[in-house]
């Protein structure tokens, strides 16, 4: 929609609130719409709006201007864009202020900071419990989420494999008191009942774990059908294979928000 409207924008569909309204208005000028990143891949997006999805990319001023790679949209960023001439994709003017930032070390022998995902209200940090449980790794994914800005929810996950799912759970609850904890199995359904009060409509939601750990899986059920691959896992050391290559913001059938990414290795 354009800033000459007025109406009231954005939707609870795609997670549109006060913050990004106000920022908006204030930075908008005639001719450019508000929206929301929902994939990005190899500098190209994918933008959802109130009324549609299109293709989109970042204009030859604002590449010029960025200060480095974290300036640029990631996933669940609002940008602000105008469409172009023939109206057959967006052009990319602005990022709005980001109320949560996840962030990586980026691959490579260089410390530069990459953003993977923004604006979650919270973040599901997914271990399995079959052989990818590891407090360490618990401590370092939690203090990202903290880090991050966004609230950490812990869910300990094929819990159909583990002989002992309480006593994870209470060994993880005394690394993080006071953050919420779920034991769940996606394949078997246990559980998730449990997570609908962070899914609800317009309320965004990323997912944090090692390839193998179960956020495709988990994705794939609470959409109701295969929306992302899921891969074997190896059975010498419980890994699997990265079946996200790309991060990806999906809409659930209820109105909640997942963010997916990749497995994190560099912490």
């Known amino acids: 929609m354009s800033v000459t409207g007025r109406k009231q924008i954005g939707s609870a569909t795609i997670g549109m609130v006060l913050f990004f309204d106000e920022h908006y208005r204030k930075m908008a000028v005639p001719g450019q719409r508000v929206g929301r990143v929902s994939v990005e891949q190899r500098g190209l997006y994918k933008i959802l709006t109130e009324t549609e999805e299109m293709t989109g990319a970042v204009s030859g001023t604002f590449r010029f201007s960025a200060t480095g790679p974290e300036a640029f949209p990631t996933v669940g960023d609002?940008?602000?864009f105008r469409n172009s001439p023939e109206d057959s994709h967006g052009i990319i003017?602005?990022?709005?202020?980001?109320r949560s930032t996840l962030a990586r070390k980026a691959a490579g022998v260089e410390t530069i900071e990459q953003v993977v995902a923004a604006n979650m209200d919270?973040?599901?940090?997914?271990?399995?419990?079959?052989r990818d449980y590891n407090p360490r790794r618990l401590e370092r994914y939690l203090t990202t989420v903290w880090e991050s800005g966004a609230e950490p929810v812990i869910?300990?996950?094929k819990a159909d494999l583990c002989s002992n799912p309480e006593q994870k759970a209470a060994e993880a609850s005394t690394l993080a008191p006071g953050v919420p904890i779920h034991v769940?199995?996606?394949?078997?359904?246990?559980?998730?009942?449990?997570l609908s009060p962070y899914l609800q409509p317009g309320q965004t939601v990323a997912l944090m774990g090692s390839s193998?750990?179960?956020k495709s899986t988990l994705t794939n059920f609470l959409y109701g059908k295969t929306l992302l691959q899921t891969g074997e896992v190896r059975a010498k050391d419980g890994r699997g294979r990265h079946t996200t290559t790309h991060r990806e913001l999906v809409i659930l059938p209820?109105?909640?928000i997942l963010i997916d990414t990749p497995g994190l290795r560099e912490l």
Do not use: N, T
Not at 93 to 98: D, H, I, K, T
Not at 122 to 130: A, G, N, T
């Open 78 to 80: 609002w940008v602000i």
């Open 93 to 98: 003017e602005a990022v709005l202020p980001r």
């Open 155 to 157: 869910l300990l996950s």
């Open 184 to 194: 769940i199995s996606s394949q078997e359904g246990w559980g998730l009942e449990e």
């Open 122 to 130: 919270q973040v599901f940090v997914i271990l399995s419990l079959d």
């Open 254 to 256: 209820r109105g909640g």
């Open 212 to 214: 193998g750990a179960g």
